[in-house]
Structures are given as structure tokens and as C-alpha cells.
């Protein structure tokens, strides 16, 4: 029986080729667009699941508590670890990484000239166990226990050494110290937190052999005991912080406490600080979910108008099967096999054009898609349960429409559809309305991306190129300052802790002096010439002089030293900005405010402008800032460049542009959008396709009428005002829901910035406008073919 369902379908399927191209096409858009998007959404969630006992895997983060203010941090002391293996049992494991790329990058020299690398860091012994990635040369328990020793991957190894079993045993020059290649591990997964090249043994490092309770500068791991009960432990982690910490708690005033957070959340979790690798928002995964079922449901909706539509050009064939004897079932069931066979035709052409563009769409998302993941077990239910689902909602209603006419009317000319015409316009204003809300989004974060990248920062990031630096060249990097101020090659030039685009350092102020104010404070390390460097506004006081007593310097011999505030901390501490300067402060040494910045943007958009002291401490610095003069910044550079190789010839010359640094601050968002645009762009074709089909029927339906209207003297435009009147009330139904959709959107995205754009009105007319122009342009070229065919042949079979 379904043999001959399926034989049947395929003759009339290839009879009505328009038709059946428009349904595969169709679905096949929105079913590669489902995949696409599930498999990100599947690695998205797929985080740090790959080690053994994944769900025991904990990160531990810092909270710091003063003057009623809190931080919370990813980074952790190097004595956390090994007091947690050595005094709390519900620990069964705990492992140490320093990140040393967050200070800065590494020279390597494999004997063939200095490289300089940034995914560099250190880990202690027990690494290999808490995170089981495959060690392809070496013992996993022996690569990192003695000082010196270094584990490359495997993309690493063979970059230096041509092969990966031609590493181990080699020795590797970094920033002029010998280490021996130990092992050679897996290249780190892309939906791994961690991600390096080289993982030197943090016996390597002065913290390994001497652990302490600050800094605060490691990422500190354990996996628990099986069961363990986090409420014993967690109390067990204060009473160990009381403890050991609890001295300088008391003398400093401030306290702390640890937080343990599961590895797998790491990545989507509720603090999203600072991590090895940039985190992401969950939300966004729901909404790319809800866009995902959207499209499916556009290229079901293309069916079904197609179908309910043409079910009047099927009206004879149903009337002669019903009486030739065939039942409703058997109706329905040859009905449902053409949905079939066109879901099944679109998923196999959406799998061929998943595997062409799949490089494409990890380029647009910035996340690779593993197709392997389709062929598994799960990944193959979820194909054939989707080829059902398409299959049968798509057909389920034109089936039942179609197989329920009764054989008399269905053989007459004029049949109506009881119900159809209503469901059409319905499905078609949800059509437009997903078309338009995806291109409302799309816009609003088009939008609030081109503010990141045009706001006035309060500091000059144009033409200011930033070069890192070791801290063993921190004696001869003012000479290479001053030549390139001499040569020209900058016309200003000051060293700095950070790029200001994100400065990290955590400073205090404690009470005494000129204020009882407690409070954390972000401090920028930097010489006397940030301001002009940068184009800081002084809104109170002075610039720091060229000769101002260094931070260190006042700090070891207990004498003041001068700092500068931005406007946030002094509204903090309770003054005018004319009345902060000469107050004195304690950092901890006697400090006094010299002068009052104007706030500038030190960190990203989504947070406020928070608290920042400026203060002359270039022994502090990692980065040179450079503004280029005026001209060509090629001529500059390669100026730059000649004066880095001769005072530096042992570090490659690596500059970025600071502006191009803040730009990529955002490619998360970016992505967002980019990814919005596509599946946009993708709706709104789909849509249009539809409405192209539809416009067809509606021209075959009215043939007669425009023919005789044609006769009457109507024009062209006249029959696109007929062909399209109907469809511009769906669009402007549509156009009123996707407005109040654009509109709790917009609140919804805005809302992770501190700092955001204003939504125009433009923006929903913009859309509406496009949407409108395109299907304009698809009802009018069906209008054409229409106009074209001549009355006398249409009205002599009437």
C-alpha cells in the first residue's frame, strides 16, 4: 500500500515542479539552519563534560569583602590547593594553573630563533589527573614533577620540532631559561575553559617550592570524593580561611572567603569572571533555541499554505479517487507520503549543505561544528525524529483538508476550503512577524555595537599602538622610550600596567588620614606621561611631574607620594573634585590626590565606571603605549620596528592597536549579530518564498477576474494593487506584533550593558520598510508573469 502512496506522490510531485521546489527549498533552509544552530547550542553546553568524573570537578573563586563592597574573583593564593589536599578529606584531588599570558607573553627558542608565544602556563604534578586529556608522549604523572620540564601540545610539537615523537627530550629556551620537553599532550578541545600551548611545571615557578596565601594570581581546581557533602565542606573552607587568613583579616580590615563552582558552568555559569577563555551568556542560547524552532516552523508553515492553497487544484483528483472507492485513510495517507517524501528530499539536501558550510558558519559563530556528532546514536533519533515531526505536521492538515472533501463538491468547479483561507493568513502574519522580530534584533544589536565602537571613551584610542614587554627589560625600556621619541617615531610615549581598554589591578583605601572611607579601588601602575599619552582630561590639580616620586619607592621608605583620582572615586569618598586635591589618603603608605581625572571607560561596557587611582609606578608596567604621529602608520611602524631590534633583539616586534583591542572586547556580541543577520536574512527568504507560492495561487485562483479587468483597461499596477492588498494587511498585522516583540527584546539585551543606545523608532520602521520592499518585489515579479498572458486565451474556456 504505501509502495504505490509513495509511486503516486512522486508522479505528482515531479507534475508540479514550482510547488515542489518551493517546499524543498523550503525546508531544506530551515532544517540546515536547525542543525546548525543545535550543534552550537550542543557544544556551547557541552563545556568541560569531557573529563572523567566531570561532575566533581570544582574551580574555586575569591570573594573579598571590604568597606561594605564585595569582589568576587576567579583567581586564587598558591597555598589554596595544597592545604585543601592536605587538610580537608573531602578533597580527593586538587591541581594548580598559573596563567602567565594574563602579565604577559614568553620568548622560545627551539634553536632556530626566538618566537614569542602568549598561551603560556604553568601547572603543578597533579594536572593530568583532574583534567585526563591524552597524553600522546610522556607518563601523565611524570611530565610536570620536577622544575623545568614543559608539556606541548600537539599542534605545538609540531610547529617546533616537525613531529609530535621528536619533541620530548628536547630542550626549549624561554625568556633565557632551559626547559626540558617532558611530554607532548593533546591540542586542548575547543569546548575546553583551558586552552594553551605549552605547560611548564610549577616546581618551575617561585610559588611552587614556596607557596603563599598572597597573591591571588592562580587558578586553583579540585574534584571531590564521591558524595561529598558540600555543606561540610564549604564550612571546612571558612574555618581554613579563619585559620590562616584571619591575622591579616583582622589587620587590614577586610574579609575574604572561598566559593567552589562546578568546571562544567564555568563557561554559561552566573559569575562570569574572568576566565582562561572568554565566557558566554546563556541567555544567548535560549534565544538562538527559540530562532532555531522559529525557522523550523516557517518552512511547516510554507507547506501548509502551499498545500491548503492548492488543495482547490486538487479538488477533481480527490473526487475521482473517492469514487473510485477510496477511503479517507487511504486519502490521507497518500497526502501524508508526499509531506514525507519532501521532508525526507529536504533533509538530505540540508545535510550536503551542512557539510559544504560548515567552515563557513564556524567562521560567522566563532565556534567549530562537530557534523560527527550527527552520525552518533542520539544524533541519528534526533534526525529521524525531526524527519517524522517535519513530516507530520507539515502534512497532517492539507491531509485532513484534502481527504475530507466529499466526492461531489469536489468535483465541481467553485470548492472552498472551509477554514482554509482564515489558517493561511494566519500562518502568513506569523511568517512575517518571526521575519520582521529577527530583523528588529538584529538591528537593535547592530546598533548597540556601533556605540561600543563610537563612544567617547574619555581617552584617545586612536593611532595608540601598545607593545608588551618582559619585566627583564624593565631597566632598558626607557631607553628604548626616549628613542623612539627622538626619532620620531611617537610623538608620545608612556608605560603602563595595562591597556586601558581593561585594567585589573585591585587596590585599597583604608580609613585614616583625610577620610574614614574604606573601599576598593582599581589602580592603574604607570609614569608621568599617561595623560598626555592619552588624552586624559584633568578636571582638578595638576599632571604628575616628569621626576614624581615612584609608588615602590615611597612604599619601602614610608614617604608620601602623589596619586591621581578619576571622578568615580572622589564622588566615592564624598567630595568635590576641586576639594579632592591635596587630600591624603592611605594606600597602605601615606598617598595625596595631586590631581582629578575625568572617568574614562577602564573595562568593558557592560559595567560602570567604577573607582580608579592613578599612580607613578612604572616599575609596575608590562606595556609601552605609543600615540604614532600624524601620517602614514606604516612609515611609523617600520620606524618603531628598527629601533625594537636593535635594543631588544632577542623579543620579536609585536604591537597592537588599542583601538582594534577594545573592538575585539566585543566579539561575542558581534557574533550575536552576525549570527542574527544570518538567520534574519534567512526567515525573511523563506517567508518570501512562501509568499511567492501563495501569490501564484492567488494569480491561477483570480486568472479570470484579472483578465477581465485587463479587458476593462486595468494596468499593471492595478493587478499588483489586487495580487498584493490582501497580503499588506498580514504585513502590517505582523509588523504591530514584532514591534512590541522588538520592544521586550530590546530591554532584554540592553540590559547586560551599564552603558547603552538608545532605541530609535527608526529601527522597527526600518525593518517593517525592508520586509515590505522585499515582499513588494516578490508579489511583483509573480505580477508580471500574470500580466503577461493574454485575456482572449484566459476567458475562451469560461
Not at 585543601?84 to 632556530?112: N, R
Request: glycine content about 8%; aromatic content about 12%.
Amino acid at each position: 500500500m504505501w509502495k504505490n502512496y509513495f509511486k503516486v506522490s512522486f508522479r505528482n510531485l515531479s507534475k508540479r515542479k514550482l510547488y515542489t521546489g518551493i517546499n524543498i527549498l523550503g525546508l531544506t533552509i530551515a532544517i540546515v539552519s536547525f542543525l546548525a544552530i543545535s550543534l552550537y547550542i550542543y557544544h556551547e553546553l557541552s563545556y568541560d563534560r569531557m573529563y572523567t568524573d566531570a561532575d566533581r570537578i570544582y574551580q574555586f573563586n575569591q570573594e573579598f569583602v571590604s568597606g561594605g563592597e564585595r569582589q568576587l574573583v576567579s583567581s586564587t593564593p598558591s597555598m589554596l590547593v595544597p592545604t585543601l589536599m592536605a587538610e580537608v578529606p573531602e578533597v580527593e584531588i586538587g591541581t594548580l594553573v598559573f596563567d602567565l599570558s594574563i602579565f604577559s607573553s614568553v620568548v622560545v627558542d627551539a634553536g632556530k630563533g626566538n618566537q614569542e608565544e602568549s598561551r603560556f602556563a604553568f601547572a603543578d604534578e597533579n594536572f593530568f589527573k583532574v583534567f585526563d586529556f591524552e597524553v600522546l608522549e610522556g607518563n601523565p604523572d611524570l611530565v610536570l614533577s620536577e622544575p623545568n620540564q614543559i608539556v606541548l601540545t600537539e599542534s605545538t610539537a609540531k610547529r617546533y620540532f616537525g613531529k609530535v615523537n621528536a619533541a620530548t627530550g628536547k630542550p626549549l629556551k624561554i625568556d633565557g631559561g632551559e626547559y626540558i620537553v617532558s611530554g607532548v599532550m593533546q591540542d586542548f578541545p575547543s569546548n575546553s575553559h583551558l586552552d594553551f600551548d605549552f605547560i611548564a611545571s610549577f616546581k618551575t615557578h617561585r610559588h611552587g617550592t614556596k607557596p603563599e596565601w598572597s597573591p591571588s594570581n592562580y587558578y586553583s581546581y579540585a574534584k571531590l570524593i564521591p558524595n561529598a557533602d558540600m555543606a561540610a565542606f564549604s564550612s571546612k573552607l571558612d574555618q581554613m580561611v579563619e585559620k590562616y587568613m584571619g591575622e591579616d583579616m583582622n589587620n587590614y580590615g577586610f574579609r575574604t572567603s572561598f566559593q567552589v563552582q562546578p568546571v562544567t558552568s564555568i563557561h554559561l555559569g552566573e559569575n562570569q569572571l574572568q576566565s582562561i577563555k572568554p565566557t558566554s551568556d546563556i541567555k544567548y542560547l535560549y534565544i538562538f533555541g527559540i530562532v532555531a524552532v522559529l525557522l523550523i516552523f516557517i518552512g511547516i508553515i510554507n507547506y501548509v499554505n502551499l498545500a491548503t492553497a492548492e488543495a482547490t487544484e486538487r479538488n477533481k483528483e480527490v473526487g475521482l479517487r473517492k469514487v473510485m472507492g477510496a477511503g479517507r485513510m487511504q486519502l490521507f495517507g497518500q497526502f501524508i507520503s508526499e509531506s514525507f517524501i519532501l521532508t525526507f528530499s529536504a533533509l538530505v539536501f540540508s545535510l550536503l549543505a551542512l557539510y559544504f558550510m560548515v567552515d563557513a558558519f564556524g567562521d560567522i559563530s566563532g565556534v567549530p561544528l562537530q557534523l560527527g556528532l550527527l552520525l552518533t546514536p542520539s544524533g541519528l533519533a534526533v534526525i529521524l525524529g525531526l524527519l517524522l515531526l517535519i513530516a507530520f505536521l507539515s502534512g497532517v492538515y492539507p491531509a485532513l483538508i484534502l481527504s475530507g472533501m466529499e466526492p461531489l463538491k469536489a468535483l465541481g468547479k467553485n470548492v472552498k476550503i472551509g477554514g482554509g483561507a482564515w489558517l493561511r493568513k494566519g500562518l502568513v502574519v506569523f511568517q512575517f512577524f518571526v521575519s520582521i522580530g529577527l530583523l528588529v534584533a538584529t538591528l537593535i544589536v547592530q546598533r548597540q555595537l556601533e556605540y561600543m565602537q563610537s563612544v567617547n571613551l574619555g581617552y584617545d584610542r586612536e593611532e595608540v599602538v601598545a607593545l608588551s614587554y618582559h619585566y627583564n627589560m624593565r631597566k632598558s625600556v626607557g631607553s628604548l622610550k626616549n628613542e623612539l621619541l627622538r626619532t620620531g617615531a611617537a610623538q608620545s610615549v608612556t608605560l603602563a600596567a595595562d591597556m586601558p581598554i581593561y585594567i585589573k589591578a585591585g587596590y585599597k583605601i583604608f580609613p585614616g588620614l583625610d577620610t574614614d572611607k574604606e573601599m576598593m579601588i582599581t589602580g592603574y601602575s604607570v609614569d608621568p606621561d599617561l595623560v598626555k599619552t592619552l588624552g586624559l582630561k584633568i578636571v582638578a590639580g595638576e599632571d604628575f611631574a616628569a621626576e614624581e616620586i615612584t609608588r615602590t619607592v615611597a612604599y619601602k621608605q614610608e614617604i608620601e607620594h602623589a596619586v591621581m583620582l578619576n571622578e568615580a572615586a572622589v564622588k566615592e569618598l564624598g567630595w568635590t573634585n576641586e576639594e579632592a586635591v591635596g587630600k591624603k589618603l592611605n594606600f597602605g603608605s601615606p598617598t595625596y590626590v595631586k590631581a582629578v581625572v575625568g572617568d574614562f571607560y577602564f573595562n568593558s561596557l557592560h559595567h560602570q565606571v567604577g573607582p580608579l587611582a592613578i599612580m607613578v609606578d612604572p616599575e609596575q608596567a608590562n606595556v609601552i603605549l605609543a600615540k604614532l604621529p600624524k601620517g602614514n602608520p606604516a612609515e611609523h611602524l617600520a620606524k618603531m620596528e628598527g629601533i625594537w631590534k636593535s635594543l631588544a633583539p632577542d623579543r620579536p616586534f609585536n604591537y597592537k592597536f588599542v583601538d582594534q583591542e577594545y573592538a575585539r572586547m566585543y566579539q561575542t556580541e558581534e557574533k550575536i549579530g552576525s549570527v542574527f543577520s544570518l538567520f534574519a536574512g534567512i526567515a525573511i527568504f523563506i517567508a518570501c518564498m512562501g509568499l511567492f507560492g501563495l501569490v501564484s495561487y492567488v494569480a491561477l485562483r483570480r486568472t479570470r477576474e484579472i483578465s477581465i479587468r485587463k479587458v476593462l483597461g486595468a494596468t499593471q499596477v492595478d493587478v499588483l494593487k489586487v495580487l498584493s492588498a490582501d497580503f499588506f494587511v498580514l504585513l502590517g498585522i505582523s509588523a504591530v506584533l514584532a514591534t512590541a516583540f522588538g520592544i521586550w527584546f530590546s530591554k532584554q539585551w540592553l540590559e547586560g550593558f551599564a552603558y547603552k543606545t538608545t532605541v530609535s523608532p527608526m529601527v522597527y520602521v526600518v525593518a517593517i520598510l525592508i520586509v515590505a520592499a522585499i515582499s513588494l518585489l516578490t508579489i511583483g515579479y509573480r505580477t508580471v508573469k500574470v500580466n503577461r498572458q493574454n485575456p482572449a486565451t484566459t476567458l475562451k474556456d469560461e
